[in-house]
């Protein structure tokens, strides 16, 4: 039992000594250098390659591309031109098949807003009182908030309009009129 004991007793003493820390501490590795660029991979330097082709062909493809846009929205307007509509928003104030009801909510306009200009038409079998011909909704958002005030059913549609400058083409010959 004594040799138990004994026994005990040095495994802890052996155990305690092995686990002790390192001889000293962050100051042994102080000086500790590890070279690592023999295993490293290599890569070219692209950023002094790049600079040099930019820096030559800096002038040449600006001028390029601003003469290819110039073009292209220049095709774009000769294209546009020759439509005689164009998609766009307006305010629908009333819509019904109620003619009295349509003339008596341009007049309530008129007198609400006399600054707004109502159009009013006619697409069988309703009539249709719209405020503006905006390009985009946001631009229309201005006119509905007022009208809103004074008509709740008011709303934003979409809408096709004709252009002010479109002309149409004449027709040259004269027995070209049947012919569609």
Request: glycine share 6%; aromatic share 12%; hydrophobic share 35%.
């Given at each position: 039992?004594?040799?138990?004991?004994?026994?005990?007793?040095?495994?802890?003493?052996?155990?305690?000594?092995?686990?002790?820390?390192?001889?000293?501490?962050?100051?042994?590795?102080?000086?500790?250098?590890?070279?690592?660029?023999?295993?490293?991979?290599?890569?070219?330097?692209?950023?002094?390659?790049?600079?040099?082709?930019?820096?030559?062909?800096a002038n040449?493809?600006?001028?390029?591309?601003?003469?290819?846009?110039?073009?292209?929205?220049?095709?774009?307007?000769?294209?546009?031109?020759?439509?005689?509509?164009?998609?766009?928003y307006s305010?629908?104030?009333?819509?019904?098949?109620?003619?009295?009801?349509?003339?008596?909510?341009?007049?309530?306009?008129?007198?609400?807003?006399?600054?707004?200009?109502?159009?009013?038409?006619?697409?069988?079998?309703?009539?249709?009182?719209?405020?503006?011909?905006?390009?985009?909704?946001?631009?229309?958002?201005?006119?509905?908030?007022?009208?809103?005030?004074?008509?709740?059913?008011?709303?934003?549609?979409?809408?096709?309009?004709?252009?002010?400058?479109?002309?149409?083409?004449?027709?040259l010959d004269?027995?070209?009129?049947?012919?569609?």
């Open positions: 039992m004594k040799a138990v004991w004994v026994l005990g007793l040095v495994v802890i003493v052996v155990g305690c000594n092995s686990s002790k820390s390192a001889s000293g501490g962050a100051s042994a590795y102080a000086s500790y250098q590890e070279n690592l660029t023999s295993s490293l991979p290599v890569y070219p330097n692209y950023e002094a390659e790049l600079a040099a082709q930019s820096n030559a062909n040449t493809s600006v001028k390029t591309v601003d003469g290819e846009l110039d073009q292209k929205i220049q095709e774009i307007y000769d294209r546009n031109i020759t439509e005689p509509y164009f998609n766009g305010v629908l104030v009333y819509s019904g098949i109620d003619r009295t009801k349509a003339f008596e909510t341009q007049d309530e306009l008129k007198e609400y807003f006399p600054d707004i200009k109502a159009e009013m038409q006619y697409q069988e079998p309703r009539y249709l009182v719209k405020v503006g011909k905006f390009n985009y909704k946001i631009e229309a958002h201005k006119s509905f908030s007022l009208i809103k005030s004074q008509f709740p059913t008011a709303r934003i549609i979409q809408d096709r309009f004709q252009r002010k400058e479109y002309e149409a083409p004449e027709i004269s027995n070209a009129e049947g012919q569609n």
